[in-house]
């Protein structure tokens, strides 16, 4: 006997699928589209978010490279104004050493 129910229970658990209504189907399906909407919209925010970041790495390599840029004419000048003056300073220091082992 007890064999005959769980004969009967396991028929009944494997066939009551097929027996849904279609608003249970339907209610699935509703579910499924829309896990799959939130999946694509999350997606599309991911997608818009990193373009976001990435276009505002490329501005601030911009400012960076252009701030390095104005640097460098700084620099540059100062450098050749410093070299001008050891160059005299070393001509001077030769003029110096010529007068003093030339006795003039």
Known sequence: MK?????TIVI?????????ENSVKEAGKEIGQGFKKIGQDTGKA????GKEVGQGFKHLG???GEAF????????????????SVGGWFRDLGQSFKTA???T
């Open 12 to 20: 009944a658990a494997i066939g009551d699928p097929c027996w849904a």
């Open 69 to 84: 840029k104005e640097g460098g004419k700084e620099i540059g000048p100062a450098a050749k104004k410093t070299g001008r």
């Open 3 to 7: 064999l005959l129910w769980i004969v």
């Open 62 to 64: 911009k400012e960076t």
């Open 101 to 103: 082992f030339a006795g």
């Open 46 to 49: 991911f997608k818009e978010g």
